[in-house]
């Protein structure tokens, strides 16, 4: 266990001292490989912030219930794919209602509401058990489905929203990489999870159990609710030219457009 942990620690280590390095770099030089000029801008700086931290997390969820359905529940690999459907049918769902959402309530809302809602559907894929109703367990998943779904959109269309024309280049090289880096990241996350739990409960001879898949799920729940904190920062109308969405004026506004007309 020490030697896992210290070996851990030092990847960990050297992988943010290389990571701080090239971050002075790119800073540092005229002309770098990736320029984060962009990052100036406040939403397309939360969706890489915050929605990295979210893609992270939900992205731990197809790779921790497969195996908890798998390991914990007992099921074959035939019937643990068949309950992740839920999951998947409620994120293509999601789409068709996803535009309307965003011009009614607006990116702040949304992400804040629905980041919340998803933090909790995910706490309920934790709350599963092996004599949960197979009926129960697909409400559920679906559920989360939607909720991820909507995040992701809301995300990936706020990233360019502010960004101007001369920016959009470099900006959408530095969102591909940190996009890519934290789908990768979100299943090597949920792998250490598991593995960590296992010391914690003292299961690492026998295995995964349900109770370490449990943990990393709450992980991966806490780590949606912390990246939907984020959005706190964002305007009532950020990103309303995509979104379309209009705040509603205060009265006091209301009366001095009024009076100007």
Known sequence: MLSTGLHFASESTEGLLLGTLALRHFRSTEQPLIALGALGIPTYAMTLRGGSLFRVSVTMAPFLLP?????????????????????????????????????????????????????????????????????????????????????????????????????????????????????????ATAAAAVHLAALMNGDVATGPTLTDFRTAIVAAAIMAAVSTLDALALSPDAGSLVSGHRPLRSGHDNDLANSRA
């Open 67 to 187: 195996m908890m359905f798998q390991l914990g529940f007992g099921l074959n690999s035939f019937a643990s794919g068949l309950l992740i459907l839920p999951l998947f049918a409620g994120s293509v769902g999601m789409k068709i209602v996803t535009t309307r959402l965003l011009r009614r309530y607006g990116f702040r809302r949304v992400l804040l509401v629905n980041g919340t809602l998803t933090a909790l559907t995910i706490v309920g894929c934790g709350a599963l058990t092996p004599s949960t109703p197979y009926t129960v367990m697909a409400i559920v998943l679906f559920a989360s489905g939607l909720t991820r779904s909507l995040q992701f959109s809301a995300l990936n269309s706020l990233t360019f929203a502010d960004v101007s024309p001369e920016q959009m280049s470099a900006a959408n090289t530095l969102a591909n990489v940190v996009q890519q880096l934290t789908l990768g990241f979100g299943v």
